[in-house]
């Protein structure tokens, strides 16, 4: 089934351009969330229309991902778990925790921009790579420190 995305999404291309997907793919995922419309003539002649309205502001978003890629490289997150008596700690840092903490400082990012294989389980530091745009990313640097119970 043919699809022209209204917005881009990572696995299948960027917004306004024209893709090929299965059927059950468009029904149940890329349609409800407003991802994509099907092409048929009549969209396929009004995405046409709004091309250059839709190149413009795709040329602003990026310039926007940008700015905010190079503010959230000085970004360091610190976050403060309880362990226990043998060093084992209790809870993670997960996706949501770094999206509220990132908010807190004055950032606005999507929690699916937080690329996190796994929570962060382990007391240190690590790095989480927020991505913006599909060109577009970021490295921040995350600090777990120990409170005893």
Not at 16 to 42: D, Q, S, W
Not at 67 to 86: N, P
Request: charged share 30%; hydrophobic share 40%.
């Amino acid at each position: 089934m043919k699809v022209i995305l209204k917005k881009s999404v990572e696995s299948i291309g960027a917004a306004g351009t024209i893709k090929e997907v299965t059927p059950g793919y468009a029904r149940n995922h890329l349609f409800p969330n407003g991802l994509a419309a099907e092409a048929t003539p009549a969209n396929q002649r009004w995405f046409e229309k709004g091309k250059e309205k839709l190149a413009k502001a795709r040329e602003k978003a990026l310039e926007d991902a940008k700015g905010l890629a190079e503010k959230l490289g000085d970004v360091k997150l610190s976050f403060t778990r309880e362990i226990s008596e043998s060093g084992k700690l209790f809870g993670s840092v997960g996706r949501a925790d770094i999206v509220k903490s990132l908010k807190a400082a004055g950032f606005a990012v999507d929690k699916t921009a937080v690329k996190l294989e796994s929570s962060i389980k382990e007391i240190g530091e690590s790095e989480v790579e927020i991505k913006l745009a599909p060109e577009i990313g970021a490295k921040i640097a995350v600090t777990i420190l120990a409170r005893t119970s």
